[in-house]
Each structure stands twice: as structure tokens, then as C-alpha cells.
């Protein structure tokens, strides 16, 4: 099994700020990398898929780089609304796994 | 527009079974793998069950294997998941999911439905 693992578990952000949220797979996974937001009482949402694709209807500040086992979720320029969970997961192989999850609460 | 309605969640006791379904419409259900993810109360997600388009292949995590069976009717639109001998740590928010492609991301998820394992 893939074992994802984000860093950091949670970060306290003020508005405007940049955000970056790691996700390292245990081996490689190619681009199979997604993210995923999460807000409280909801169900999850995609943001990213593999690796660096934009989703539409997500907002342009929400970009996704990395390959093989690095990965990098960005948000540029963080508003109030951006205050979630965020995960990875990999498709890569099976069973597909998540990290554990990123909290970003806004200050 | 593409819904996924899960039912089927409840109290039981431990050692206990449920059954899960999930309800799908605004898409072809037969083109499409679906999953079953479970989110524990409090923390994070994890993907316990996959299947493909034609119930040809099938998936479990070890947490689930031997005890949750995934299956789909695609004449119905509709995924389950039998649960049999239910423990605690079972207990969680039980998601449907739409998989865009067999290897990629979940682009649909359900509403979810709640599990609770409990004497």
C-alpha cells in the first residue's frame, strides 16, 4: 500500500497569504495525484487532478505541481472561504489512499 | 446534473451487518468505477472498497477485506456495500464515489451516510 503523507497538519493563515501544503508518496506514483477541499459538515471536492490539472469552476489561485513522489498544493493568495481540510490521494495503484489531511484555518 | 444518495446507515451493535446503498443518476452508471470512501469521526479519509464499471474487479483495504462486500447493478444505477461483522472502529461517514476514470481522481461524491458500531 501507498502511504501518502502531508506536511504540515495544520497552519493558521492570514487573508492574502500564500499557502503550500506538501504530499509525499512512499514510492512513486507518476502524476496519479490528486486534492481534494474538504469544509466542515461537506463533502469532499476535487481541486487538482493529476498532479497539476485544473478542475473547473475552482477558483485560478488553487495550482498543483510535482511528479513521482513530491507533490505541492498552492493557494495563492488565501480568502476566508479557502478555511478547510485539504488531502491527497494517489490512483496510482490499488487500494488508492489519502494522506492524512491539512487543516488551514484563517487567523 | 450527476447526484449520488447513499441510505442505508444506522446504530448496531458490534458483530452486526448493514447494508449501504447508494443511488446514482445524471450520468451513465455502467461507464463508470465507483468507490466506497469512510471518514471516521474527526479524522481523515480512506478508501475501503473499489470496483469496476462491469463488477468485473473488485477492491478492499485491509481493514474491511473479508468483512464488507462491494457490488453494483447497473440495470438499477445503484452501488452497494454489505457490512458483516461490524466493530467499533468501523464507525464513520460512509461516502459514495464516482472514479472520472479507473486510475483517477473522484470527481463525484455523495452526501455520505453514518455508521455508527456501538452496544
Not at chain 1, 7 to 22: H, W
Not at chain 2, 93 to 112: F, H, K, L, M
Amino acid at each position: 500500500e501507498i502511504v501518502l503523507t502531508q506536511s504540515p497538519d495544520f497552519q493558521s493563515v492570514t487573508p492574502k497569504e500564500k499557502v503550500t501544503i506538501t504530499c509525499r508518496a512512499s514510492q512513486s506514483i507518476g502524476s496519479y495525484l490528486h486534492w481534494y477541499q474538504q469544509k466542515p459538515d461537506q463533502s469532499p471536492k476535487l481541486l487538482i487532478k493529476f498532479a497539476s490539472q485544473s478542475i473547473s469552476g475552482v477558483p485560478s489561485r488553487f495550482s498543483g505541481s510535482g511528479s513521482g513522489t513530491d507533490f505541492t498544493l498552492t493557494i495563492n493568495s488565501l480568502e476566508a472561504e479557502d478555511a478547510a481540510a485539504y488531502y491527497c490521494h494517489q490512483s496510482s495503484s490499488l487500494p488508492h489512499t489519502f494522506g492524512q489531511g491539512t487543516k488551514v484555518e484563517i487567523k | 446534473q450527476v447526484q449520488l444518495v447513499e441510505s442505508g446507515g444506522g446504530l448496531v451493535e458490534p458483530g452486526g451487518s448493514l447494508r449501504l446503498s447508494c443511488a446514482a443518476s445524471g450520468f451513465t452508471f455502467s461507464d463508470h468505477y465507483m468507490s466506497w470512501v469512510r471518514q471516521a469521526p474527526g479524522k481523515g479519509l480512506e478508501c475501503i472498497s473499489y470496483i469496476s464499471s462491469t463488477s468485473s474487479y473488485t477492491n478492499y483495504a485491509d481493514s474491511v477485506k473479508g468483512r464488507f462486500t462491494i457490488s453494483r447493478d447497473n440495470a438499477k444505477n445503484s452501488l452497494y456495500l454489505q457490512m458483516n461483522s461490524l466493530r467499533p472502529e468501523d464507525t464513520a461517514i460512509y461516502y459514495c464515489a464516482r472514479e472520472e476514470y479507473s486510475y483517477g481522481p473522484v470527481d463525484y461524491w455523495g452526501q455520505g451516510t453514518l455508521v455508527t458500531v456501538s452496544s
